[in-house]
């Protein structure tokens, strides 16, 4: 499966911005879904994951808990990261990935296919 991330910007602190993660192939709705950021000078880590069709589960980052939520469309092929109440903490390259996994896991090393990065800057 090939993965466009797409959405990101400068946005200002407390501002909401909505990510979207394009998926090529007719088995979208398989795959495990997941979001991870990069912040500068920092690895990658895990925000938030869904499940595939089979199941209705997600998981979240505690950075992020309460402010962001991962949704899909598998009629569109699409995985979304709705962000709310941006903080500059939460600046950094967003990478949509896939996994053959059904659950929501959040470790990377379950993800196989990965997306370019969307880059989201949050500064006043």
């Known amino acids: 499966v090939q993965l466009q991330a797409s959405g990101g910007g400068l946005v200002q602190p407390g501002d909401s911005l909505r990510l979207s993660c394009a998926a090529s192939?007719?088995?979208?709705?398989?795959?495990?879904m997941g979001w991870f950021r990069q912040a500068p000078g920092t690895e990658r880590e895990s925000i938030a994951a869904?499940?595939?069709?089979?199941?209705?589960?997600?998981d979240y980052a505690d950075s992020v808990k309460g402010r962001f939520t991962i949704s899909r469309d598998n009629a569109k092929n699409t995985v979304y990261l709705q962000m709310n109440a941006l903080k500059p903490e939460d600046t950094g390259v967003y990478y949509c990935?896939?996994?053959?996994?059904?659950?929501?896991?959040?470790?990377?090393?379950?993800?196989?296919?990965w997306g370019q990065g969307t880059k989201v800057t949050v500064s006043s």
């Open positions: 990935a896939a996994t053959n996994l059904p659950s929501a896991t959040r470790e990377e090393r379950f993800y196989v296919y």
């Open positions: 192939g007719r088995t979208f709705s398989t795959y495990g």
């Open positions: 869904i499940s595939n069709w089979r199941y209705s589960s997600t």
